[in-house]
T-cell receptor, first 108, second 114 residues
Framework: GQSLEQPSEVTAVEGAIVQINCTYQTSGFYGLSWYQQHDGGAPTFLSYNALDGLEETGRFSSFLSRSDSYGYLLLQELQMKDSASYFCAVPGANNLFFGTGTRLTVIP | KAGVTQTPRYLIKTRGQQVTLSCSPISGHRSVSWYQQTPGQGLQFLFEYFSETQRNKGNFPGRFSGRQFSNSRSEMNVSTLELGDSALYLC?????????????FGPGTRLTVT
């Protein structure tokens, strides 16, 4: 089967840096996606790592290590609006399998 | 481009009834996926359609079904509703043919079963 493990909650201070980890166990691994979901909103795509290494998109970066079955999402210069749930996900055979999600709370 | 739209946004049904939810994907997207989101189980994959064919199905009972039309619009149906079917049902579309790592989600339909 497939499993994606994430911390359930993370709290960080506005302006700081936070890292959200994701470890996975899956067959037929293609890559790792990250999604953000605000309360009452729809998940929105943030990034995708198909290869090992760091991908940067503005304040957000995502990292993948296939050998360690591990990835993380790095959020820099945290803003209050970054308070949301963050999900890692792995694409499979015409489906997307989501992790349990990490609720990030940004405090002043 | 208009985003993914879902109707209705909110729905209240009684146990035993059936319900049909609708999803219109982003123009040009031919892959439509459905997910169930609950606080306890998170986001769970229901099924995926591409060019009117169901290509994959999640681990849900046969009461959950779907279809896709030639214009890529999709519907999902839940028959004989149970209290545990109360959830946010999300539809997502993708421009990619396979291994759709980048999906665009609609606002969801909040279904409450009483």
């Amino acid at each position: 089967g497939q499993s994606l493990e994430q911390p359930s909650e993370v709290t960080a201070v506005e302006g700081a840096i936070v890292q959200i980890n994701c470890t996975y166990q899956t067959s037929g691994f293609y890559g790792l996606s990250w999604y953000q979901q605000h309360d009452g909103g729809a998940p929105t795509f943030l990034s995708y790592n198909a290869l090992d290494g760091l991908e940067e998109t503005g304040r957000f970066s995502s990292f993948l290590s296939r050998s360690d079955s591990y990835g993380y999402l790095l959020l820099q210069e945290l803003q209050m609006k970054d308070s949301a749930s963050y999900f890692c996900a792995v694409p499979g055979a015409n489906n997307l399998f989501f992790g349990t999600g990490t609720r990030l709370t940004v405090i002043p | 481009k208009a985003g993914v739209t879902q109707t209705p946004r909110y729905l209240i049904k009684t146990r035993g009834q059936q319900v049909t939810l609708s999803c219109s994907p982003i123009s040009g997207h031919r892959s439509v996926s459905w997910y169930q989101q609950t606080p306890g189980q998170g986001l769970q994959f229901l099924f995926e359609y591409f060019s009117e064919t169901q290509r994959n199905k999640g681990n849900f009972p046969g009461r959950f079904s779907g279809r896709q039309f030639s214009n890529s619009r999709s519907e999902m149906n839940v028959s004989t509703l149970e209290l545990g079917d109360s959830a946010l049902y999300l539809c997502a579309s993708s421009a990619l043919g396979q291994t759709s790592y980048e999906q665009y989600f609609g606002p969801g339909t909040r279904l409450t079963v009483t």
